[in-house]
């Protein structure tokens, strides 16, 4: 019997468990509340997902944008203990980010923002980009929960987010980090060398640039939450191959990567084995000496065999 699932600290509601790709074949379980944009994860979910599994749960924090946003109480009890929670601060290699902890260390909220916040997909919204969005599809949407955001907004009025841009690039990356789909054919137009380049191929950016890469037409930034999901996804048939398969030039940047810690390891192993030997006074021979009596051994077989035929 399956147990029952979790309710939302916030509204009450039914938490939706979502299973998810994570590494090395491993299914990974969050919990997600629709109507007020949050996950729920317990320990360190997120970090376990694998490409995707990420793809799959930005597609459904996409889906969930239609439902009206259901506003968030200052400290929602934890889903598991109904015990208190505190906000966290972290630093990530991206900047600072936010969750809602429970004090007994079950696991923590976070909105959707928080979330692609914390894994570097977002940035906030410059006035050109709030200029491009109005241009373009004649209002801004917030990234969290799809609510109208007006232009001089400097947060969502629905869910207190901060309007941002989602980095469509940065995504595709975060996908893909050992590189699996460089076959796809915006991998193959040469870059140029610049300051700020385009992350799909390297392309200089100009300061002015809109939400396309003038070189390859990769969409940079967008946006929308949606259209972010839907622009990667056809990703996805390459990134469930390369997880059940590893490409071949994969495999060899992972064996190159671990060769200088095998060599060191069996650097270290010989120095241990001298200083062992030294300190029981034994004299070892020298490895050399064995591969030249194999060298000339293999000579004689070889010259045998010759004789023979």
Known sequence: MAPPALR?????????????????GSQVEIDLCAPCHLVW????????????????????????????????????????????????????????????????RHGAYQSFAQFLNEKGLLRPMSSADRQRALQRDGAIHCVNCGGGVEAGDPQCRWCQSVPSVFDVARLAQALDPEGATRGHAVHGVAGRAGALGCQAC???????????????????????????????????????????????????????????????????????????????????PDPSEGFELLSVFASLLRALRNWWH
């Open 41 to 104: 994860f317990d320990a360190i979910e997120a970090a376990r997902l694998a490409g995707p599994g990420l793809l799959a749960l930005i597609g459904e924090m996409a889906d969930t944008q239609t439902l009206a946003h259901q506003a968030l109480r200052a400290a929602p009890p934890c889903p598991r203990c109904n015990g208190p929670v505190r906000t966290v601060h972290n630093q990530t290699r991206w900047g600072k980010s936010q969750q809602i902890e429970c004090a007994q």
């Open 202 to 284: 390297g392309a200089a950016l100009p300061a002015d640039r809109g939400w396309s890469c003038p070189q390859c037409e990769a969409t940079v930034t967008t946006p929308g939450l949606a259209e972010a999901h839907r622009l990667v996804s056809e990703l996805r048939p390459a990134l469930l191959a390369h997880a059940e398969r590893p490409a071949p030039h994969v495999v060899r940047q992972r064996l190159a990567a671990q060769d200088a810690g095998v060599q060191r390891q069996r650097q270290r192993a010989r120095e241990m084995q001298t200083e062992a030997d030294a300190a029981m006074g034994r004299n070892r």
């Open 8 to 24: 939302c600290g916030n509204c009450g509601g039914a938490l939706r468990a979502l299973h998810l790709t994570g590494h090395y």
